[in-house]
């Protein structure tokens, strides 16, 4: 699931551009690689304490990352209060921040006041409709049982694909693009992984939305306004300018007493 959620981030944050760019929680997964912008951070709360773990990639990993740019800088915040001003970062990476965090609503209305207007959100989540949803919802069931553990962290709820699109609908994000990862079930071996891994191929084209973990990139839309004004108001008429003639006395012979 980190391989496929690694390969996801590099290809999209190669191609934005900007000046200030943010990932919020899972400091094992480095999305911002393969971005090129100047200023970049990493903020954690509490997120890494929820059970995903990963080993950090180094930058220079992938082929577009310079190896002399430094590590996003590392800062400790709650990601509902932000120690950013407003519209002022292009490029906010959320890698299961949402899910883990006990106020997703709090968290994506705070990206959306720091992201600067055109700014570009990215997101990925795991699906709870999918073979990895399944098994925790059964690891639900036996641990109510008194036996049982679960598969998936529990330190937050799950949010579904469409329940996403519309949280970002509400606060003027569009969505730009959505796709699914991971159709292996939810096994341990690795010998049943590798018997399974035809389900990845088939998967984006039989059961697309089935997927393990689900990836959402969406821009901030800032309506613009025009003042008009009322209907009902007369438009002002035009003084009328005397106009000059040429040759506005011809001799026609007439002779007038």
């Known amino acids: 699931m980190l ?14 551009f900007g000046y ?17 912008m100047p200023h970049r951070w990493l903020a954690t709360g509490g997120v890494e304490s929820a059970g995903i773990a990963a080993t950090r990639r180094p930058p220079a990993a992938h082929p577009t990352a310079d190896p002399a740019a430094p590590a996003p800088a590392a800062l400790v915040t709650d ?18 921040a949402l899910e883990l965090h006990p106020d997703p609503h709090a968290t994506l209305r705070e990206v959306e006041r720091v992201l600067v207007p055109e ?4 997101i990925c989540g795991l699906n709870p409709a999918s073979l990895w ?8 069931l036996y641990r109510r049982l008194g036996f049982g553990e679960l598969y ?4 937050g709820e799950f949010i579904g694909y469409r329940r996403l699109r519309d949280w970002l609908r509400l606060l003027s994000f569009e969505v730009e693009s959505g796709r699914f990862g991971c159709y292996r079930p939810a096994v ?20 697309p939305i089935f997927g393990a973990v689900y990836f959402v990139v969406a821009v901030k839309r800032v309506r613009g306004l025009r003042l008009l004004g009322p209907a ?12 000059s003639v040429a040759n506005k006395s011809v001799n026609t012979g007439t002779i007038v007493e």
């Not at 391989?3 to 934005?16: P, S, Y």
């Open 152 to 155: 998936l962290p529990h330190g």
């Open 133 to 140: 949803g399944l098994r925790q919802y059964r690891a639900h």
């Open 3 to 16: 391989a496929w959620e690694q390969a996801q981030f590099d290809q999209t944050v190669a191609d934005i």
């Open 20 to 36: 200030h760019a943010l990932q919020l929680g899972l400091q094992g997964l480095d999305t911002l690689a393969a971005n090129r």
């Open 119 to 122: 700014g570009r959100v990215v």
């Open 188 to 207: 341990r071996s690795q010998a049943w992984l590798d018997r399974c891994e035809w389900m990845d191929r088939a998967g984006a084209r039989w059961w």
């Open 79 to 96: 990601f509902s209060a932000l120690p950013f001003p407003q519209a002022s970062l292009d490029l906010v990476v959320l890698p299961h």
């Open 232 to 243: 009902w108001k007369p438009a002002k008429a035009l003084a009328n300018a005397p106009v």
